[in-house]
Nanobody, 117 residues
Framework: QVQLVESGGGLVQPGGSLRLSCAAS????????MGWYRQAPGKQRELVAG???????NYVDSVKGRFTISRDNAKNTVYLQMNSLKPEDTAVYYC???????????WGQGTQVTVSS
């Protein structure tokens, strides 16, 4: 049974920073490409950052230069460092596997990020 637990969200002013963490259990973590996703109210969930087993990273254009994804396979954890946050980054953030077939494990509870003055 795969379990994903996201943490680190909160309320932050525009221009601020947050670091999200996602701890995974029940899998051989290092064997999977991972991603951070977000879902804003009334919108579909979108992939914002991905990191492969070989540490190749990719980002959606809207977060390039501001977000950094990383992973620690020894801790079964993937991170998302978010800088220069904007109100449009407000969403619930989730982690999950990242693959071309849109095959996902059960989603965790996510972590709410709210960017507001």
């Amino acid at each position: 049974q795969v379990q994903l637990v996201e943490s680190g969200g909160g309320l932050v002013q525009p221009g601020g920073s947050l670091r999200l963490s996602c701890a995974a259990s029940g899998i051989i973590f290092g064997a999977y490409d991972m991603g951070w996703y977000r879902q804003a109210p009334g919108k579909q969930r979108e992939l914002v950052a991905g990191i492969t087993k070989g540490l190749i990273m990719n980002y959606v254009d809207s977060v390039k230069g501001r977000f950094t994804i990383s992973r620690d396979n020894a801790k079964n954890t993937v991170y998302l460092q978010m800088n220069s946050l904007k109100p449009e980054d407000t969403a619930v953030y989730y982690c999950n596997r990242n693959n071309r077939y849109s095959q996902y494990w059960s989603w965790g509870q996510g972590t709410q990020v709210t960017v507001s003055s």
